[in-house]
Structure formats: C-alpha cells, structure tokens
C-alpha cells in the first residue's frame, strides 16, 4: 500500500470515527428519531453526501461496531473450539468478549441508552443478538454433532438468554460492575439454575 493510499484511508477512518461521536452525542441528547443526518453531518463538519457514503442510514451508525464485534466473536468461538469442549468454549468466548466491553463501558452505555429508546433500534439489537445465538449453537453443532441439533439450538438460545440479562444487570448499574463475573455468575445459574433455586426455597 503506498504513501496516498495510505493516507486516504486514515482520512476515511477519522471522517467516519468523526460522524459516530457527532451522532452518538445528538442521539444522547435529542434521541435516535429527533436528530437527523443533516444534523450529524453539520455536527462533524462533513456535507450529506459524505454521511450516506460512509453510513448508508441513521441506524448503521448506531450499530457501526455490530460487524467488528461479531467477528471477534467468531474468531475467539473458533479459537477455543480447538482446545476445549463445546460449552467451554462458548464460556471462555464469552468472558473475552466481557472484558473487552468492560474497556469501552462509557461507548456501550451510551449505545444501549440510544437503542432502548427507540423500538426500532430495539428489534434490530434483538436481530443481531440471534447472529450471536447461531454462533453459539453452531460452535454446539461442531463439537456435539452426535447432539439433536433442535436441543443444541435451545440450549444457545439458553445462553443468549443468559447473556441478556447479565447485560441488563450491568447496564442497570451504569456499566460500573464486573461483566466478567456477572456473565460468570448467569452462566452457572444457566447450568445449575432450577436445582439451586429449589434448594434456596
């Protein structure tokens, strides 16, 4: 890659790192459906033009890091898959990826306040978590395949489940609480739940 090229890619990323802050800023502020594209693009001093070349709507913007997360995600479920059982897998998976937000708390929370308000942006999140339960019971297909696949693909949306609410809980304390453990604890009570919670009453 030559010197130009390299440079027009830079400028490329900072322009649309520019347009995700000038957008998430208005959405905090004003809501998802209150501000509009022109407003984001004035807002990074960029024209319409160059928003649609690098967002092809609002809603890409708020999700801008949806691709990148769920190849980490991929690339960590095929990593593991390779020196563990299934369902050890998915739980190393799932504490990297808890620290990796943990490094990004005020972006998430900002991004889950934006998506909660707005039922579009909600059934969109929704969408995306079913690429990550189809992850997860593929990476149970892989390593289970005498397994029926219906009961493999119950159990993933088991632990989406279980991922949500962990999520919820961390959400609901301003992201200042330890994902980690708190993704490890829904795990377990994924595994052990009903038995433990029989025992307790």
Not at 17 to 22: D, G, I, M, R
Not at 101 to 124: F, G, I, K, Q
Request: glycine share 4%.
């Amino acid at each position: 890659m030559d010197e130009q090229t390299t440079l027009r890619a830079r400028k490329k990323a900072r322009t649309r790192e520019a347009l995700q802050n000038a957008a998430m800023v208005l959405f905090v502020a004003r809501g998802f459906d209150a501000a509009t594209v022109d407003e984001i693009a004035t807002a990074a001093e960029v024209s319409q033009r160059t928003f649609f070349r690098h967002f092809p709507t609002k809603e890409a913007v708020v999700f801008a890091q949806h691709g990148e997360r769920m190849e980490r995600f991929r690339a960590l479920l095929a990593g593991h898959e390779e020196s563990m059982p299934p369902v050890d897998a998915v739980r190393a998976t799932l504490r990297s990826i808890a620290r990796d937000y943990m490094e990004d708390r005020e972006a998430l929370l900002a991004e889950y306040r934006v998506v909660t308000a707005s039922p579009a942006l909600t059934l969109r999140d929704l969408e995306h978590d079913s690429e990550y339960e189809a992850a997860i019971a593929a990476a149970l297909v892989r390593g289970a395949p005498a397994a029926p696949p219906r009961d493999l693909r119950i159990l993933a949306g088991a632990v989406m489940g279980a991922i949500r609410a962990a999520m919820t809980e961390w959400f609901a304390a301003e992201c200042q609480g330890d994902l980690e453990e708190i993704g490890q604890v829904a795990f377990r009570l994924l595994v052990a739940g009903m038995r433990e919670i029989a025992a307790r009453s």
